[in-house]
């Protein structure tokens, strides 16, 4: 059964602060991984989404690494931002397909003071 | 474009008694899901409906019930809610195929159960 991790739970850094954020998976055989934003009392909204035969993806500030033999992946924020504030999950594929059925990770909760 | 939208946002019910959660994408996604999210447990796949027609249970359906109306719609239904079933409920929806792999995230529902 997979089961993703994230580390830390929660974090909170001053602006201006580049983060690294953790996910790590048990089973190795995964088609990709996704990194999700919810802001608090939303839904998820899709980041970043690395397939298998990636190493990384980058969209702005954010940068998401894929290590697949290891079973991780990190959610790298450069110059953190107050407007970065928020839980960001991790999740795959549930049976290593792409059918949808993700499995998520417990989230890591991001405030970046001021 | 509306995206995914759910209702109601919030409900409280108590032990035992029934109720209905609406799902409605335009997107016109073959894929949808719902999910429930816990503190400290991520997101959980309770059923999901790769297309019209067509659902099966995801990780944790025991005491739920789905119904893909048409291809807009996917509801969930609890028949006798119990205080476990406490949470918030995400509806979601994917186009199959798409090679970015994104799924769209409705809201959510804020359930309690007394």
């Known amino acids: 059964k997979q089961e993703v991790t994230q580390i830390p739970a929660a974090l909170s850094v001053p602006e201006g602060e580049n983060l690294v954020l953790n996910c790590s998976f048990t089973?190795?055989?995964?088609?990709?991984l996704q990194w999700f934003r919810q802001d608090p009392g939303k839904g998820l909204t899709s980041l970043l989404l690395i397939q298998s035969s990636q190493r990384e993806q980058t969209s702005g500030r954010l940068n998401a690494s894929l290590d697949k033999s290891s079973g991780r992946s990190t959610l790298y924020i450069a110059a953190s931002q107050p407007g970065d504030s928020a839980t960001y999950l991790c999740?795959?594929?549930?049976?290593?397909?792409?059918?949808?059925?993700?499995?998520f990770g417990q989230g890591t909760i991001l405030t970046v003071h001021p | 474009n509306a995206g995914v939208t759910q209702t109601p946002k919030f409900q409280v019910l108590k032990t035992g008694q029934s109720m209905t959660l609406q799902c409605a994408q335009d997107?016109?996604?073959?894929?949808m899901y719902w999910y429930r999210q816990d503190p400290g447990m991520g997101l959980r796949l309770i059923y999901y409906s790769a297309s019209e027609g067509t659902t099966d249970k995801g990780e944790v359906p025991n005491g739920y019930n789905v119904s893909r109306l048409n291809k807009r719609e996917f509801s969930l239904r609890l028949e006798s809610a119990a205080p476990s079933q406490t949470s918030v409920y995400f509806c979601a929806s994917r186009r199959t195929g798409d090679p970015t792999d994104t799924q769209y995230f409705g809201p959510g529902t804020r359930l309690t159960v007394l």
């Open positions: 997107m016109n996604h073959n894929s």
């Open positions: 999740a795959v594929p549930r049976g290593g397909t792409s059918y949808g059925k993700l499995t």
């Open positions: 089973d190795s055989a995964i088609y990709n």
